[in-house]
């Protein structure tokens, strides 16, 4: 709920400057954030002709990083950092505000998508496609991925890799142990798994006190798209009779939603689900109330350091490949990059500052720079086993000094030649080695580089539809015809326009 | 014009006579002009295609299209009715209570109990809404919240509160009087005890019992601290939605919680259609403003003073 707070302080604070004072003035934009290169003191005064570069970066943790290693890296790359640090759950947000109020910095981070594109298209970001060559890291940034930043076919952007694919179930191994139940390999199976872990008292204690699945409030990174996309469901769009359409247009939608109906009308999961944040459905594994949890299969880190201080027996263990009706495995697949870096021109005037800045964006794929925006100082935040890098014990520290700076990687380990980490706890560990395999199974979303005028103007607004008309559904608030009627809602209210204006768009780029 | 220099000089005369007033009252005023006034500068937008990067001016004039697009969107009555029906139940059920509650409080006897009871509902009002809210999710949530888990002890159906179009509305107006009803009762109090104690005297002369002393005395002199303060309450409820709402607000309960508040958060915010939800908190900045126009005619109609 907290995050939730602020998310909501920031909305306001953000909703007044759209409302009231959308022309009173560009100095509302920087707020609340901290220019963190402000104090970096004396010794770098010498450097009167190092350029200044400004970032918008969010910021994952409740306090403004330890200014060391942006002092480290201001000296090695020898330009003046201005990093403006905004709170993660209104990042979004404030980039529509910043942007709004023409206050963006150097370097932003903002959603391909609505506005953005618009803005993209109109000719207000740098194309940078033309300069990649020019640098030697850059170059290395992979194809396959800069292609999934593309608008229009122009490049405009670089990228933070990201894994393709870290969803997957997240279980207690100790209950499935007390209850003789193997890994699941099947959804059929996972289904006994939840069922079992409701209704036989799997943690012993003689009482009906747990349940088989906690889920929250949220479609893609909830446990709703990952099990569709173990039904065969589509990632958001799939071909049907040689043509692109919504994934709930799809047969698996709806069996995906009966699976979800089927599970909470028999009490297996919380019922409360749509309402429920990710803390809170968190907090029903650390608490040992749910035994699974569909999601990034990372947060088993989080959740085994939260459920071990309460209960040291607690095990959770991770599993990716579950299959429905003999089908193969497949999941689905984010684009492969976080965040993507533009460069508005409305801060970056000339070329040559262009070039600056990339030659800065450069120097942060440096294997060197890399490691140390990554996981710090060696030997002082991390140490080096086997190739691998192992954080040190202390988390809090790397928290201070390093965390937040891991928002301004460019590229990943292996375009960079970042060290990939080690992790003790051997659960997470494994995950890690489950997104690697997840990527051969990985299902893209084909509409990734198509352009839809109609999607672009409408998108949340079309998408509200049918999520609302989801969960209804799921709740048993909405029968199938209801459900088939909030489609053919979203058909006419400009949803038709937008099938036609992809598959015309996905012609084009055959 | 003798006359007319000799008005101007009178002015020039007063304002230097009262400067220091004049100098008090001067960070109220810049406040409203810089924070109220300058700001409707912005509304243009909603005349226009707002680009950010070409500027208000720079963008182009639409005329009335964003008002165009949202009378005819199928969401347009629903927001007005949502906005409408939930500023309904604001006046009618929460605005009697603090009153209520203060006639109350003014008969208990007792300075100590009256004190702690005071005290008591004014606290509510010191937590944000994410608290009340968070507080009656867990209160009223199916898994594990306390009302269910009375109601299923009694051998009732769960019920879920937070779940369904239905409780909304109730859940709405039940937290804004458990939040805002004591603090409302504060400016009732001060003007019960503005009332002259010789009235009472003189009633309990005639035989008036505490009913009937409240009926006839108490109510009708604080009848105009109530006309304005039912004024301004209806100025300020289409402003004070949002935070409160947005949180409330699911899939499940859109069609009922919707308002114009939250329609424009969306559609500005997280879709950057600035014009439009310009256009979209214009209209509802009308509609206050007719409202409130509204009440203060009816007030004067009755022989109230009003806000202006």
């Not at chain 1, 509302?28 to 570069?53: C, F, M, Q, V």
């Not at chain 1, 749910?290 to 088993?300: F, P």
């Not at chain 2, 009871?117 to 968070?134: A, E, G, K, N, R």
Request: with cysteine; glycine share 10%; hydrophobic share 40%.
């Amino acid at each position: 709920m907290a995050k939730r707070k602020i998310a909501l302080a920031g909305a306001m604070a953000a909703m007044l400057l759209v409302t009231a004072c959308s022309g009173g003035g560009g100095n509302t934009g920087n707020g609340t954030s901290n220019t963190g290169g402000a104090s970096t003191g004396g010794a770098n005064d010498g450097g009167g002709e190092r350029p200044t570069i400004s970032i918008m970066t969010p910021l994952h943790l409740a306090e403004t990083p330890d200014a060391k290693i942006e002092e480290m890296i201001e000296d090695k790359l020898n330009v003046d950092l201005e990093i403006q640090w905004i709170p993660a759950s209104t990042f979004q947000d404030r980039m529509t505000s910043a942007f709004a109020t023409g206050s963006l910095t150097d370097i932003v981070n903002i959603r391909l998508d609505g506005a953005n594109r618009e803005a993209i298209q109109d000719g207000q970001f740098w194309e940078v496609g033309p300069y990649l060559d020019e640098y030697e890291n850059l170059s290395k940034l992979q194809e396959e991925v800069l292609n999934n930043t593309m608008v229009d076919g122009k490049l405009y952007a670089l990228y933070q890799g990201r894994p393709l694919s870290r969803q997957g179930l997240i279980y207690r191994a100790d209950w499935a142990e007390n209850l003789g139940l193997a890994t699941p390999q099947t959804l059929d199976e996972l289904y006994e798994m939840m069922k079992q872990f409701t209704e036989n008292d799997p943690d012993g204690n003689g009482q009906d006190d747990t349940v088989g699945l906690a889920d929250r409030n949220d479609f893609g990174s909830g446990a709703f798209k990952t099990v569709g996309s173990w039904i065969g469901m589509p990632n958001e769009w799939g071909m049907q009779d040689g043509q692109l359409r919504p994934a709930f247009m799809f047969p698996e939608y709806k069996e995906t939603m009966d699976f979800i109906k089927d599970l909470r009308d028999n009490g297996y999961m919380n019922s409360d689900f749509p309402v429920t944040s990710k803390t809170e459905q968190q907090n029903m594994l650390i608490n040992g109330e749910a035994g699974t949890y569909i999601g990034c299969m990372c947060d088993v880190q989080q959740l085994y350091t939260g459920a071990s201080q309460l209960n040291p027996d607690a095990a959770f263990d991770v599993q990716n490949q579950i299959t429905t009706d003999g089908e193969p495995f497949t999941v689905w697949s984010g684009p492969g990059f976080n965040h993507p870096y533009l460069f508005p021109k409305s801060a970056v005037k000339t070329e040559e500052e262009l070039k600056q800045i990339l030659a800065f964006m450069d120097g942060l794929m440096d294997p060197e720079i890399a490691n140390l925006l990554y996981w710090g100082i060696e030997g002082e935040h991390y140490t080096i086993e086997d190739g691998l890098a192992v954080p040190v014990a202390d988390q809090g520290k790397i928290d201070r000094e390093v965390k937040p700076y891991n928002t301004i990687e460019v590229g990943d380990p292996a375009t960079s030649g970042r060290l990939a980490g080690k992790y003790e706890y051997a659960p997470m560990q494994k995950a890690q080695e489950l997104f690697d395999d997840n990527a051969n199974y990985a299902v893209q979303d084909p509409t990734l580089t198509l352009s839809s005028e109609t999607y672009t103007d409408n998108k949340d607004r079309l998408a509200q539809i049918i999520t609302d008309a989801t969960y209804n559904y799921m709740l048993g608030e909405l029968d199938e015809a209801g459900f088939d009627q909030a489609v053919a809602r979203w058909q006419s209210e400009g949803g038709d326009q937008v099938i036609e204006e992809f598959n015309a768009s996905y012609a084009d780029s055959q | 014009m003798d006359q007319r220099l000799g008005g101007r000089s009178e002015l020039i005369r007063s304002l230097l006579r009262n400067k220091w007033l004049y100098l008090m009252i001067l960070p109220g005023v810049l406040y409203v002009i810089v924070y109220k006034y300058i700001p409707m500068y912005g509304l243009i937008i909603s005349f226009k295609n707002y680009k950010p990067y070409n500027g208000i001016w720079g963008s182009e004039w639409v005329g009335l299209a964003h008002f165009e697009r949202l009378f005819q969107s199928s969401e347009f009555w629903m927001l007005f009715s949502n906005t409408l029906i939930l500023f309904a139940l604001q006046i009618i059920v929460f605005f009697p209570i603090p009153i209520i509650l203060a006639l109350m409080l003014n008969e208990v006897r007792f300075t100590p109990f009256k004190r702690t009871v005071q005290t008591l509902i004014y606290l509510p009002h010191f937590m944000s809404w994410v608290i009340v809210v968070s507080i009656s999710f867990v209160i009223f949530t199916t898994d594990g919240g306390i009302i269910n888990d009375i109601l299923e002890s009694m051998g009732l159906q769960k019920i879920n509160f937070l779940l369904s179009e239905g409780w909304f509305r109730p859940m709405y107006i039940l937290q804004v009087v458990w939040r805002e009803a004591g603090w409302g009762t504060i400016i009732f109090l001060a003007a019960i005890a503005a009332v002259d104690p010789q009235l009472y005297e003189a009633a309990k002369m005639d035989g008036a019992g505490r009913l009937r002393q409240m009926v006839s005395i108490t109510l009708p002199a604080i009848r105009s601290v109530i006309v304005v303060l039912l004024i301004l309450k209806i100025g300020d409820v289409l402003e004070l939605g949002f935070e409160h709402v947005y949180l409330l607000l699911n899939s499940t309960n859109r069609q009922v919680a919707e308002i114009f508040d939250t329609y424009v958060y969306v559609a500005g915010l997280k879709q950057g259609q600035f014009s439009y939800s310009a256009a979209v908190g214009f209209f509802k900045g009308f509609v206050g403003l007719v409202l409130v126009m509204g009440a203060n005619w009816l007030a004067k109609k009755y022989g109230e003073e009003g806000i202006y």
